[in-house]
Structure formats: structure tokens, C-alpha cells
């Protein structure tokens, strides 16, 4: 890592490129540098961990101090060029100038694919990937795959997207007893993203076979992970059932016990989980002991961490404002206005006081309108440019449901 910030990235990759290839060093560019770390004492010196290989002409002037040590090796330096290497990493205690050529080629052409995958910019490019490469895809390019395609713009679900998602979905089933705690509530997230918002549907037996997995895996989820998941499961809005219970149940005890790891980002997500079980008809009155317990030594908790973060009001919020103010004096508007239950932060609260139905809203018979102004940054670029985000939402449905 320390050696990427010196050389030139493409650079850095095309020479282990060269070493994978070879058998040994024999296909090294002349001239290449190989920097390693320091010699593992527990054998003997002998053995030291190659850390990356590149062009020493893009170094020049390279200090290689902290115990570190070097070898220029020329093209006819073949195997025996000191510490072996299979492009990446050598387990200690390996003989000087071995190559594990296919554990160390299949390591560094599955991080290449999880490069490939990640720099995907287009449904296109996705799709090549996955069609060319899916049957040999492993979990972590699965959770790759799904990411990228939750990230990308414009589509609207159709044409390219829409074909990755069907294979996706494929690959994912194929893997699913694979799947570890991270891949599960990485691939939840990137699902509950995509779905909806006239975007793409994801199969609803899919979503069940991944709780059930999370189920099977709660022991091994991080805090993150926990959060990740019951965020994605707010998004999807999912109904109660025996598979979505058992899931909830698990990961309640689970985060009850990584409760003092939260990080506030985490907190949030929390936050609008508990409030979509609170204000979800199915589950308000399926609360397990856990889920229970999570909300009384938890719930203020994370709704103050929730209230406390600071709103941002563009100009556009305050020209509607004003506007409002202008077109209609008789309504007393606020912005920002904090709602107490939820937490939320509303753009803008126009209250019309007077005599009316108590059923218009407000007290006293007066009406009350909660409005939201969404710029540019609560939808998703590209395609009709009217797709709103997944945050955006969440906010809107729970809104309207309180």
C-alpha cells in the first residue's frame, strides 16, 4: 500500500501481472524492484513476505528504510532471485525462489475481477463481466457484482441492469449456502437500494432465502453488518412472517451484544429500523423478547442519536419557504421543524390555524402540512432524473405512515 503511493497504479499492476504469469521471476521487467518486509524471526531469517513488485524507474529515489531491504532482479534472474512470490503474499517458512503458481495466480486474478467489478460504470461493462465471467464467480464477487449494479445511473432498471439483476439473483441462489455474514447484508443492502423506485424488483423468495441465511450466520455478524441488514429490511418494509421473525429475533440478540461497537452512522440505521417496526401494522404487534429489549435499552439512545444530527437547508428550501410565506400570510411556517416522535427533521411545517374538522389535522380544527423539498441529491442521476433515492423514500413513506 505504502509502495501505491509512490508508483503508478497500472504500473504496479501490470508487473505482478509479469510475476503471476511466470513461473518464478523469469518474466520480470528488467530492472523491476522487489520490496519485502522484514524476515520472520520464528524461521530464522530466511524467509521474508514480498510486499509488491514494480518498475523501479518509477521510484526514483526510494528510501527503503525501517528494516526493509530490496533485490533488483534483470530478466534472466529466473527462480532463484531470492524471497519466492506469488505476486502478492508468501506464507513464512517457504523456500527461497518457491511460487505457488496457482493458489498465488487464482488469488491475484480474484482480486483483479473484484477491481474489474467495482470499476464498472455502465450496465454494459457489468454485464460483459458477468456474463463472461459469473460461473466462476466466488461470494465476494457475487457481493461485488450486487454493489455495483446498486450504484450505477441511469437504466431505470431496464436493457443491461435489468438482465445483470436476473443473472445476479441466479448466481446468488447457487451461493447462497457460501454466503457469509458480510456478503449477506452486503448484497440485503445493495437489494434494498435497487429495489422499488421504479427502478428494479427483486425476487421476493430470494429476499426470504437470504434472511433465512442471516439467521444461520448471526453469530458472525459485525456491527456494521447487523446495521446493514435491519436498514435494508426498513427499506423493503418487510412483512412479518416466520422466516423475517426468526431473522429479526437473531439479530436483535446479536446486536444487544455488540452494543457498545455502534458507530452513530450505525445508530441512524437503527433508528429507522425500530421506527418501521413501530409504525408497521405486522410487526408493532410481534415484538420478540429481544427485539423488545433492544428498544427499551436502546431506542432513546439511538433516536437521540438521530435528532442530534445537524439539518441542511439548501436555497431552494428557503425560496419555497418564502414563497409560502408570501402566496399564503395566513399560514404560520416553520422550517426544520423537528417531528417528536420520529425525530425527523421536516423542511418545512405550514400549519393553517381556525375552526374546522379535527379530522383536517392539527389542533383546534386547524390543518397542518408537513413539505419536503427535494433537490437534486434525493434522486438518482441518470435516466429520467425523477427516480428518487432509497433514503429519500424511506423518509417519505415513514412520514406519511405517522
Given at each position: 500500500?505504502?509502495?501505491?503511493?509512490?508508483?503508478?497504479?497500472?504500473?504496479?499492476?501490470?508487473?505482478?501481472?509479469?510475476?503471476?504469469?511466470?513461473?518464478?521471476?523469469?518474466?520480470?521487467?528488467?530492472?523491476?524492484?522487489?520490496?519485502?518486509?522484514?524476515?520472520?524471526?520464528?524461521?530464522?531469517?530466511?524467509?521474508?513476505?514480498?510486499?509488491?513488485?514494480?518498475?523501479?524507474?518509477?521510484?526514483?529515489?526510494?528510501?527503503?528504510?525501517?528494516?526493509?531491504?530490496?533485490?533488483?532482479?534483470?530478466?534472466?534472474?529466473?527462480?532463484?532471485?531470492?524471497?519466492?512470490?506469488?505476486?502478492?503474499?508468501?506464507?513464512?517458512?517457504?523456500?527461497?525462489?518457491?511460487?505457488?503458481?496457482?493458489?498465488?495466480?487464482?488469488?491475484?486474478?480474484?482480486?483483479?475481477?473484484s477491481v474489474?467489478?467495482?470499476?464498472?460504470?455502465?450496465?454494459?461493462?457489468?454485464?460483459?463481466?458477468?456474463?463472461?465471467?459469473?460461473?466462476?464467480?466466488?461470494?465476494?464477487?457475487?457481493?461485488?457484482?450486487?454493489?455495483?449494479?446498486?450504484?450505477?445511473?441511469?437504466?431505470?432498471?431496464?436493457?443491461?441492469?435489468?438482465?445483470?439483476?436476473?443473472?445476479?439473483?441466479?448466481?446468488?441462489?447457487?451461493?447462497?449456502?457460501?454466503?457469509?455474514?458480510?456478503?449477506?447484508?452486503?448484497?440485503?443492502?445493495?437489494?434494498?437500494?435497487?429495489?422499488?423506485?421504479?427502478?428494479?424488483?427483486?425476487?421476493?423468495?430470494?429476499?426470504?432465502?437470504?434472511?433465512?441465511?442471516?439467521?444461520?450466520?448471526?453469530?458472525?455478524?459485525?456491527?456494521?453488518?447487523?446495521?446493514?441488514?435491519?436498514?435494508?429490511?426498513?427499506c423493503f418494509?418487510?412483512?412479518?412472517?416466520?422466516?423475517?421473525?426468526?431473522?429479526?429475533?437473531?439479530?436483535?440478540?446479536r446486536l444487544?451484544?455488540?452494543?457498545?461497537?455502534?458507530?452513530?452512522?450505525?445508530?441512524?440505521?437503527?433508528?429507522?429500523?425500530?421506527?418501521?417496526?413501530?409504525?408497521?401494522?405486522?410487526?408493532?404487534?410481534?415484538?420478540?423478547?429481544?427485539?423488545?429489549?433492544?428498544?427499551?435499552?436502546?431506542?432513546?439512545?439511538?433516536?437521540?442519536?438521530?435528532?442530534?444530527?445537524?439539518?441542511?437547508?439548501?436555497?431552494?428550501?428557503?425560496?419555497?419557504?418564502?414563497?409560502?410565506?408570501?402566496?399564503?400570510?395566513?399560514?404560520?411556517?416553520?422550517?426544520?421543524?423537528?417531528?417528536?416522535?420520529?425525530?425527523?427533521?421536516?423542511?418545512?411545517?405550514?400549519?393553517?390555524?381556525?375552526?374546522?374538522?379535527?379530522?383536517?389535522?392539527?389542533?383546534?380544527?386547524?390543518?397542518?402540512?408537513?413539505?419536503?423539498?427535494?433537490?437534486?441529491?434525493?434522486?438518482?442521476?441518470?435516466?429520467?432524473?425523477?427516480?428518487?433515492?432509497?433514503?429519500?423514500?424511506?423518509?417519505?413513506?415513514?412520514?406519511?405512515?405517522?
Amino acid at each position: 500500500k505504502r509502495m501505491l503511493g509512490f508508483a503508478r497504479r497500472k504500473a504496479a499492476a501490470a508487473a505482478l501481472r509479469a510475476v503471476s504469469k511466470g513461473s518464478g521471476f523469469g518474466t520480470l521487467p528488467r530492472g523491476a524492484l522487489l520490496l519485502t518486509g522484514r524476515p520472520c524471526e520464528q524461521h530464522h531469517g530466511h524467509s521474508a513476505r514480498p510486499l509488491l513488485v514494480v518498475p523501479s524507474q518509477l521510484v526514483p529515489g526510494l528510501s527503503l528504510g525501517g528494516g526493509a531491504r530490496s533485490r533488483r532482479l534483470t530478466s534472466s534472474s529466473g527462480g532463484s532471485a531470492g524471497s519466492g512470490s506469488n505476486g502478492n503474499e508468501v506464507p513464512d517458512g517457504r523456500p527461497e525462489g518457491g511460487v505457488n503458481k496457482d493458489s498465488g495466480t487464482a488469488e491475484i486474478e480474484h482480486r483483479q475481477m473484484s477491481v474489474r467489478i467495482v470499476d464498472c460504470t455502465d450496465g454494459k461493462g457489468l454485464l460483459g463481466l458477468v456474463e463472461q465471467h459469473g460461473e466462476s464467480f466466488n461470494v465476494l464477487h457475487i457481493s461485488a457484482a450486487w454493489a455495483a449494479l446498486a450504484t450505477l445511473r441511469g437504466g431505470g432498471g431496464t436493457g443491461d441492469e435489468g438482465v445483470v439483476l436476473q443473472l445476479l439473483q441466479v448466481l446468488t441462489r447457487a451461493k447462497m449456502q457460501e454466503l457469509g455474514a458480510r456478503e449477506v447484508a452486503n448484497v440485503a443492502h445493495s437489494m434494498a437500494m435497487l429495489n422499488g423506485s421504479g427502478r428494479m424488483v427483486v425476487d421476493d423468495e430470494l429476499v426470504g432465502e437470504l434472511q433465512a441465511r442471516a439467521t444461520a450466520t448471526a453469530g458472525d455478524f459485525d456491527p456494521q453488518n447487523v446495521a446493514n441488514l435491519l436498514w435494508a429490511l426498513a427499506c423493503f418494509d418487510t412483512p412479518h412472517s416466520q422466516v423475517s421473525g426468526r431473522m429479526v429475533e437473531s439479530m436483535a440478540v446479536r446486536l444487544l451484544s455488540v452494543r457498545e461497537q455502534l458507530s452513530v452512522e450505525e445508530e441512524l440505521q437503527m433508528h429507522q429500523w425500530l421506527l418501521c417496526c413501530d409504525l408497521h401494522p405486522e410487526w408493532r404487534g410481534n415484538f420478540s423478547r429481544s427485539m423488545q429489549k433492544v428498544k427499551e435499552e436502546l431506542g432513546d439512545a439511538f433516536r437521540q442519536a438521530f435528532a442530534l444530527q445537524a439539518p441542511t437547508t439548501s436555497r431552494l428550501q428557503a425560496d419555497v419557504a418564502k414563497q409560502l410565506r408570501r402566496l399564503f400570510p395566513e399560514l404560520k411556517v416553520e422550517e426544520e421543524f423537528e417531528d417528536p416522535k420520529s425525530g425527523y427533521s421536516i423542511d418545512i411545517r405550514a400549519e393553517r390555524s381556525g375552526a374546522g374538522n379535527a379530522s383536517d389535522g392539527g389542533a383546534g380544527g386547524g390543518r397542518v402540512w408537513a413539505v419536503e423539498v427535494d433537490g437534486p441529491t434525493h434522486f438518482l442521476q441518470g435516466g429520467s432524473g425523477r427516480e428518487p433515492s432509497k433514503g429519500t423514500l424511506l423518509k417519505r413513506r415513514q412520514l406519511e405512515q405517522l
